[in-house]
């Protein structure tokens, strides 16, 4: 972004009458519901970004205070305000104001793991005093404005009820997926110092049950910052509670009433902080801040989601992603809607579950994985007929790319032809969805995520740095200019945020992706452009699950790459170098203490599907590894990988080649 556009924005350059128009237009900004009114709007966006952001916040939310500023930007900082003066709370929008119109309105319903057990609906006005106890709770054992919260919980109500518990007492909550480690836990628990875990003793997925409170306590064992772990009743198991720290959450919230004073938080104050993978080093904790996230939230699902006021809405991602943080707690809740949240897995008790819950309750809107749309696929199709799922209206995607034979299948078999497909492009650190088809505006195109919500400037750039113009073409994908929803810094590292996302290109930010954009203007992502690999829809980066490799002692070195998988997009192979005394081991059990040892420093989700041990790896003579060979031969186009003399031993190509079959 230039200097120019930024005074551009700043001195509202529109001529007065055309503002006006524009201004009256601006009162149906916040429903997009036909192609001339995104283009309309769209277009103001662009013209005048400050004008657009500050009609969309001043009349779609509750301010204690309104701002004095829509955006400052320092693009050589990397340093981004939004709407800065104002004051806020975000549960007030996401529940109080809505008390008195929607008090009895289901709010959240509860799909447990085990049909057999009953369903929870939860009312605006129970998921407020419940919200509100739990804040309480929160203060009573010491939480204050500021502290940092970890939430490791299964996908029960209480998960989305603790991260509102922390907006309200203006605590950050910072969630970890409860399918990682008890050593990836501990780590993002000293990353941010967090003072409480919240967490439960157990968690149900499928026919399995899983001992979460005791993966807590190895994870304590290394993080002095915290004092008190609030621990939810769920499979009803015993555990171990450590005196003077552990206490239950049903016992506390006998001891609290009912309404807790929302904290009035300054516009730019952490919401939540939340790990991803980087291509290197330790997860980034990407800090999202409270209103402009509130604000692109609610203002994204309302268009992406074309939600109606009595619609049954289902995001099926869990909330320790950000998909579940923007679009099952956040963005629903600021818009008054039913929010359905499922405890289990689509293959219990049988692959037709989640058609069963979307026949169950009258599901409207559907949202989703690409991984999970492979594997649900792969399934005898009675799974779906059985299923009455005429409710639907939108159907939609998130992740990673969806290859065209699962977006057919998606569309044919749930939607039944009528039902759009939104696939949405966006990111950890977007906060809310970037580029996606608007439901009954924007034409689909199956792999496309077609264009930008306003408010978000996409560019494609050439790797000399500059950007490429015109359609029918493909580059790396950038933002050029800030939005709402961005995450503002890397959790204690602000260089590394300015590294990773503002050097790349000049003044704009850099999504690590690369895309294409057709010749009308629809832009097609492509893939990550650097070392982080999609498995499942879940970012893994190469480096960390390199680290927990060479921990084995046979080890010497070992490299990461990912290949294409039928059902997880993507899928990962180790390239291991092993010391002298690792070669005459059995390399079966290798491979699976190998595995083992991924599984504990990482979790389950980045074991490697193949290992093969060779005897080096291909390196520049400068040492960096040259994946993009390996991932040649693994795709069968070892004969396509051009010039390598440049390589320190370039034999180990062939080497490589006779070992691996390519995995077609
Ligand atoms: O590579 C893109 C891919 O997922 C990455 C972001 O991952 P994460 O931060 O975990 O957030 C996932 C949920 C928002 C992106 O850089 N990605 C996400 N959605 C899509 C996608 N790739 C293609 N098409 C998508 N719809």
Redesign the pocket.
Known sequence: MNQESQQNSSKHSVNPEKLKSLKELSKEYYNIDSLAKYIDVYRISQTDPDDFWNTIADRNFVWKRKWDSVLKWSPEKAEVTWFEGAQLNITENAIDRHLKTRGNKTAIIWEPNNPDEEALYISYSELSERVNKMANVLKKNGVQKGDRVCIYLPMIPELAIATLACARIGAVHSVVFAGFSASALSSRINDSNCRMVITSDGSYRGSKSIDLKSIVDEALESTPSVDCVLVVKRIFSKVEMRKGRDVWLHEELKQVNDTCEAEVMNAEDTLFILY?SGSTGTPKGMVHTTAGYMVYTAFSFKNIFQYKEDDVYWCTADIG???GHSYIVYGPLLNGATTLMFEGVPSYPDYGRFWNIVEKYNVNQFYTAPTAIRALAKQDIEFVNTYDLSSLKVLG??????NEEAWNWYYENIGKRKCPIV???????TGGIMISPIPFVTPTKPTY?TLPLPGIQPSLMDDSGNEIQGNSVSGKLCIKYPWPSMARTVYGNHQRYKDTYFSAFKDVYF???GALRDEVGYYR?T??VDDVI?VSG??LGTAPIEDAINEHPAVAESAIIGFPHQVKGNALAGFVILKNEGESRNKENLSKEINQLIASKIGPIAKLDRIHFVSGLPKTRSGKIMRRIMRKISSGEGNQIGDVSTLLDPSIVEEIKEKVQPFL
Request: hydrophobic share 35%.
């Open positions: 991803t992603w950000i998909t995607s998130v992740g990673e790319p969806i696939d949405t492009w966006w990111q950890t650190e995520a999504t690590g992706d992502i893939g990550r999609i879940h970012n």
